[in-house]
T-cell receptor, first 113, second 113 residues
Framework: DAKTTQPNSMESNEEEPVHLPCNHS???????IHWYRQLPSQGPEYVIH???SNVNNRMASLAIAEDRKSSTLILHRATLRDAAVYYC??????????????FGQGTILTVHP | GAGVSQTPSNKVTEKGKYVELRCDPI?????LYWYRQSLGQGPEFLIY????????DSGLPNDRFFAVRPEGSVSTLKIQRTERGDSAVYLC???????????FGEGSRLTVL
């Protein structure tokens, strides 16, 4: 399974927007794009997901490129609690591997006060 | 709480020993996943259960690893003849059928000396 590609790390200041990019050039037409984040010593936590259209929820927004080969997770106003490792993942949408997530290395987000 | 529960949270064992890791999913979730996470890496898929059956076990690294879910709820990951390379955090996740997100537990940290 092809993994997604993300920058190793990014930094932001508190209350500023953060744009976390992800490349998934080999994504299949039916795979969803999911984002999770992980704090130290915890399991990953769901953030947002989408297929083709841009998505918004209370945590973040997800902008998906028209060709679906890349996406961007947007945190509109970063807080110190948003400091975590952010994973962009593919989620199988069919077959025996339905629901399986394929993780990449993730982006370590540092938020400065 | 009503989240995914994993026990033990920490397990230290000696090379060659047998280990069992338990996952108690969220009540009513039919899908259950096991992942393994090494230090500094994203989670790596091991196995996926839909109900009692393993729908996809393509991520199990070798025949020393086995997982069961006999009643479609609690699952046990079993590792025989442990090796130092098995040291990692083993994560369990569950989800309802057709749902977008996976709910992860906090993981079981396995250290093989």
């Amino acid at each position: 399974d092809a993994k997604t590609t993300q920058p190793n790390s990014m930094e932001s200041n508190e209350e500023e927007p953060v744009h976390l990019p992800c490349n998934h050039s080999t994504i299949s037409g039916t795979d969803y794009i999911h984002w999770y984040r992980q704090l130290p010593s915890q399991g990953p936590e769901y953030v947002i997901h989408g297929l083709t259209s841009n998505v918004n929820n209370r945590m973040a927004s997800l902008a998906i490129a028209e060709d679906r080969k890349s996406s961007t997770l947007i945190l509109h106003r970063a807080t110190l609690r948003d400091a975590a490792v952010y994973y962009c993942t593919r989620k199988n949408a069919g077959g025996t591997s339905y629901g399986k997530l394929t993780f990449g290395q993730g982006t370590i987000l540092t938020v400065h006060p | 709480g009503a989240g995914v529960s994993q026990t033990p949270s920490n397990k230290v064992t000696e090379k060659g020993k047998y280990v069992e890791l338990r996952c108690d999913p969220i009540s009513g979730h039919t899908a259950l996943y096991w992942y393994r996470q090494s230090l500094g890496q994203g989670p790596e898929f091991l196995i996926y259960f839909q109900g009692t059956g393993a729908a996809d076990d393509s991520g199990l690294p070798n025949d020393r690893f086995f997982a069961v879910r006999p009643e479609g709820s609690v699952s046990t990951l079993k590792i025989q003849r442990t090796e130092r390379g098995d040291s990692a955090v083993y994560l369990c996740a569950s989800s309802p059928v057709g749902a977008g997100e996976l709910f992860f537990g906090e993981g079981s940290r396995l250290t093989v000396l």
